[in-house]
Structures are given as structure tokens and as C-alpha cells.
């Protein structure tokens, strides 16, 4: 768990990176922005979620 928890926030952390680079911000509720937009906020949760749990 040392080592996995580390690994899964930065896997989390990646993904909110990635989703985010992937939003139209002019129109971030249209096609796959929105898609983009739940995806990186299901990782910030993961993300803050796992934070916790290291806590």
C-alpha cells in the first residue's frame, strides 16, 4: 500500500491533467467536452479521496 497509493494519485492526477487539456472552454458543457469536463472531476476526486485515505 506504501507504494500503490503514491502511484494511484498521480495516475489520478494525470487524468485530470489530460481531461482537462481536452475541454473546449468556450462551450465546456457541448459534445465531448462534457465528457472531458465529468472525467476530470471524477479524477479530482479520486485524487482527493486517496489523499485521504493516506491521511
Request: glycine residues 6%; positive net charge; hydrophobic residues 65%.
Amino acid at each position: 500500500m506504501k507504494i500503490a497509493l503514491p502511484i494511484l494519485m498521480i495516475v489520478a492526477f494525470g487524468m485530470c491533467i489530460f481531461n482537462l487539456t481536452q475541454m473546449n472552454w468556450s462551450a465546456p458543457l457541448e459534445g465531448k467536452s462534457s465528457v472531458a469536463l465529468i472525467g476530470a472531476m471524477a479524477s479530482a476526486s479520486a485524487f482527493l479521496l486517496i489523499f485521504i485515505l493516506l491521511l
